[in-house]
């Protein structure tokens, strides 16, 4: 079974700290994401990663930047938290195979609230 | 502008019912539709797929329906458990090489015993 793994299940910030996100997965995918999910909004792609230090900018990328310095890690970074990151972020994975198209596999999330 | 529509945000089914769930899409190019399962505080799991090149994919009682002319995709639950009461988010991916999958806003899916 393919596991992916959030580092914290809950969190709770302050305006303005930095926050890190973590997400592990043990399927050797090439690819990795960091969506957000909110009420009524359904689920909106960050960043996503196709390899180590390689990143892309999703839908929302603003406020965020991400890191990949290994295959199996991809932190998800808010350099500055602000009230209006409060939500729930999900970290996803899948392999890459040419032409075809990949189940992406989820992690439990991370509920964030910003103070 | 919202590419992936599911237009119903809750549907409400009696136990041992047919559940069909709706999702519409707006952009040509997409190839490749999931549907994916989210109960609270986990995340999204996958429930089934279809390429468009089929029309119809089926998965012990889930069946996914592929309309290309209407762009139109829809997920039947036969028959529906309360176990099956989640959220539902429909997906897409577009074009070959792609790797961004495009969401809808999800329905919740509410089965009555």
């Known amino acids: 079974d393919v596991k992916v793994t959030q580092s914290s299940r809950y969190l709770v910030k302050r305006t303005g700290e930095k926050v890190f996100l973590e997400c592990v997965q043990d399927?050797?995918?090439?690819?990795m994401f960091w969506y957000r999910q909110d009420p009524g909004l359904g689920l909106r792609l960050i960043y996503f990663s196709y390899d180590v230090k390689m990143k892309e900018k999703g839908d929302i990328p603003e406020g965020y930047s991400v890191s990949r310095e290994k295959k199996e890690r991809f932190s998800l970074i808010l350099e500055s938290a602000s009230t209006n990151q409060t939500s729930m972020y999900l970290c996803?994975?899948?392999?890459?195979?040419?032409?075809?198209?990949?189940?992406?596999?989820f992690g439990a999330g991370t509920r964030l609230s910003v103070l | 502008d919202q590419q992936v529509k599911q237009n119903s945000p809750s549907l409400s089914v009696q136990e041992g019912r047919i559940s069909i769930l709706n999702c519409d899409y707006t952009n040509s190019m997409f190839d490749y539709f999931l549907w994916y399962k989210k109960y609270p505080a986990e995340g999204p799991t996958f429930l089934i797929s279809i390429s468009s090149i089929k029309d119809k994919n089926e998965d012990g009682r889930f069946t996914v329906f592929l309309n290309k002319s209407a762009k139109h995709l829809s997920l039947h639950i036969v028959p529906s458990q309360p176990g099956d009461s989640a959220v539902y988010f429909c997906?897409?991916?577009?074009?070959?090489?792609?790797?961004?999958?495009?969401f809808g806003k999800g329905t919740k899916l509410s089965v009555i015993p």
């Open positions: 399927m050797d995918h090439e690819n």
């Open positions: 997906a897409a991916y577009s074009g070959a090489g792609s790797y961004q999958l495009t």
């Open positions: 996803a994975s899948s392999l890459f195979t040419s032409g075809s198209k990949n189940i992406q596999y």
